[in-house]
């Protein structure tokens, strides 16, 4: 972030991780989210057939039982990384 920054021409540049963690009760929560919000990602979710979308609600939820889950609850990691810079003034 902070290379491409300075390549766009800013000068005291920084970036910074920012931590969000989003919090699911289910494990079909994060498959739904699209289905909810995002257009391509809903599209192409909605595109595949029953037995597709089975496999991957399943596939999905191994997942998130692996990696995710926090006691009753999943705790799926999300950071953002926030850049800044000043842009030199153009006469």
């Known amino acids: 972030m902070?290379?491409?920054l300075a390549q766009a021409e800013f000068s005291d540049v920084a970036a910074v991780t920012v931590a969000q963690m989003l919090l699911l009760e289910t494990a079909a929560g994060l498959v739904?989210?699209?289905?909810?919000?995002?257009v391509r990602m809903r599209a192409?979710?909605?595109a595949q057939d029953s037995t597709?979308?089975?496999?991957?609600n399943v596939a999905v939820?191994?997942?998130m039982d692996q990696l995710?889950?926090?006691?009753?609850?999943?705790?799926v990691p999300m950071?953002?990384?926030l850049g800044s810079g000043v842009k030199p003034r153009q006469e």
């Open 68 to 75: 995710f889950r926090k006691e009753d609850r999943f705790q």
């Open 52 to 56: 597709a979308l089975s496999a991957i």
């Open 32 to 38: 739904n989210l699209p289905l909810q919000g995002g």
């Open 2 to 4: 902070k290379a491409a």
């Open 61 to 63: 939820a191994e997942g």
């Open 44 to 46: 192409l979710l909605l």
């Open 79 to 81: 950071p953002a990384i």
